[in-house]
């Protein structure tokens, strides 16, 4: 699961292919959280809820997304027993 990785960041992007080599794509996450300065920011403030806050939207999607990528692994692992 790629998670604060900097966009086009080169070290990361090795990072990644390399874990995609070694583990196959298969097993990899799609959905990736970056770093970003509102996910460390929630450590301290916890989950807002302003619903005109753009950061706060992106971020609430991102986990979103994982969230949603890491149920569909769930039943689909369920289907393949």
């Known amino acids: 699961m790629p998670v604060l990785s900097k966009k ?14 070694l583990f196959d794509e298969s097993n990899m996450f799609h ?9 460390k920011r929630m450590d301290m403030t916890g989950i807002t809820e302003n619903e005109h ?5 992106k971020v609430e999607k991102t986990f979103s997304d994982l969230a949603d990528e890491v149920i569909k692994r769930i039943e689909e692992q369920k289907e393949n027993e």
């Open 53 to 57: 806050d753009i950061w706060d939207k």
């Open 8 to 21: 086009n960041g080169q070290v990361d992007e090795t990072i990644l292919a390399d874990a995609t080599e």
């Open 31 to 39: 959905t990736r959280v970056y770093l970003q300065e509102r996910i």
